[in-house]
């Protein structure tokens, strides 16, 4: 149960202002996603549908680090791939995927993929992640493997194939790729990417040191019931989202 006294996702009084609010949430986990070392070179986006033209979305430049993306840097993109604001190119990969997650989801506002340290070497094992921790329960029966890499994503037939995997379910595994994580809001896909990370991270590690302990399911399902919900993954990005921009409120220009 939410508790009465919690901050509540907001409420928007026009268009104008619901598409600002994903513009600056989306800066804002480009820089988070940089100071979590989730950059490798050129690789790596998140996406936040407008809310007014449902067909297209707000991304990164290509080529652009992601600790320097600002509001006004952010690409539109509508459903031809075609660059409607801005003036840089979009990355065709991020396309490929994200147009079909986005088609496939209506509920999706938002999906997130990186070539995170952590995550890229756990999907190298073409494994779920097992539910080790609290914090990893968010994903229990909730994720799901694309066991079929076959290069670099840059035809729309392979992101429909990510998004008849990935399902009804928060994150995807991309063997031999990544994580991609997605969610309701902005807030939402970005804390389930940094999470997911972690969790990689901290089974890479326990079963590096031993045999790890794992959640029985009934304590799993339980579990992910208390901390794998839309709100729990809104609200934790709450507190990251305040540090990154009392730290560098140039994001939001």
């Keep these: 149960m939410i508790q009465p006294n919690l901050p509540q996702p907001p409420v928007f009084g026009s268009v104008q202002e619901e598409r600002l609010h994903r513009q600056q949430r989306l800066a804002a986990a480009f820089r988070l996603f940089a100071r979590y070392g989730f950059d490798e070179g050129v690789a790596g986006h998140i996406t936040a549908r407008d809310p007014e033209l449902i067909d297209h979305f707000w991304v990164n430049p290509f080529g652009m680090y992601f600790g ?30 994200h147009s079909q997650i986005h088609q496939a989801r209506p509920d999706v506002v938002a999906a997130a993929h990186a070539h995170s340290l952590y995550g890229k070497t756990w999907a190298s094992l073409g494994r779920l992640l097992d539910p080790i921790t609290q914090d990893a329960c968010s994903f229990y029966e909730d994720h799901a493997l694309f066991d079929d890499y076959t290069g670099v994503v840059l035809d729309t037939s392979e992101g429909q194939r990510i998004g008849t995997i990935l399902g009804e379910r928060k994150a995807a595994i991309l063997r031999n790729h990544g994580l ?74």
């Design 68 to 97: 320097h993306i600002r509001v006004s840097d952010l690409l539109l993109v509508n459903h031809k791939g075609e660059v409607v604001k801005g003036d840089r190119p979009v990355n065709a990969a991020a396309f490929a995927i």
């Design 180 to 253: 991609l994580t997605v969610g309701h809001s902005v807030d939402e896909a970005a804390w389930w990417f940094i999470t997911m990370d972690r969790s990689c991270q901290t089974q890479l590690a326990a079963e590096a040191a031993g045999k790890p302990v794992v959640i029985p399911h009934e304590v799993a399902q339980l579990t992910f019931s208390q901390v794998g919900s839309h709100y729990m993954g809104w609200f934790s990005f709450q507190s990251l989202y305040d540090k990154i921009v009392r730290e560098e409120p140039d994001l939001l220009e």
